[in-house]
Nanobody, 115 residues
Framework: QVQLVESGGGLVQPGGSLRLSCAAS????????MGWYRQAPGKQRELVAQ???????NYNDSVKGRFTISKDNAKNTMYLQMNSLKPEDTAVYYC?????????WGQGTQVTVSS
């Protein structure tokens, strides 16, 4: 059973920072790609950032230069460092992994950017 546990969401003021974590119950070495997605109310879920097994990362244009995706192989954990947060970053953030051609999702964590 593959499990993904997210943490780190919360309420932050515009310009602030948060770091999201996604802990996987499987070895990261077996995962083809890991990514963060988000879904705001009334909008479709969208890719925020993704990193592949060979450490190639790509970002949604709206977060380039502000967000950084990383992973700790020893802890089987992926991170999303979010800086210079904007109100439009408010959403539920989900982690997703691609493992043996299947997708697995975390439960989501709420990020709210508001003064």
């Amino acid at each position: 059973q593959v499990q993904l546990v997210e943490s780190g969401g919360g309420l932050v003021q515009p310009g602030g920072s948060l770091r999201l974590s996604c802990a996987a119950s499987v070895s990261i070495f077996s995962i083809y790609a890991m990514g963060w997605y988000r879904q705001a109310p009334g909008k479709q879920r969208e890719l925020v950032a993704q990193v592949t097994s060979n450490d190639k990362a790509n970002y949604n244009d709206s977060v380039k230069g502000r967000f950084t995706i990383s992973k700790d192989n020893a802890k089987n954990t992926m991170y999303l460092q979010m800086n210079s947060l904007k109100p439009e970053d408010t959403a539920v953030y989900y982690c997703r992994i691609t493992l043996r051609a299947a997708y697995y999702w975390g439960q989501g964590t709420q990020v709210t950017v508001s003064s």
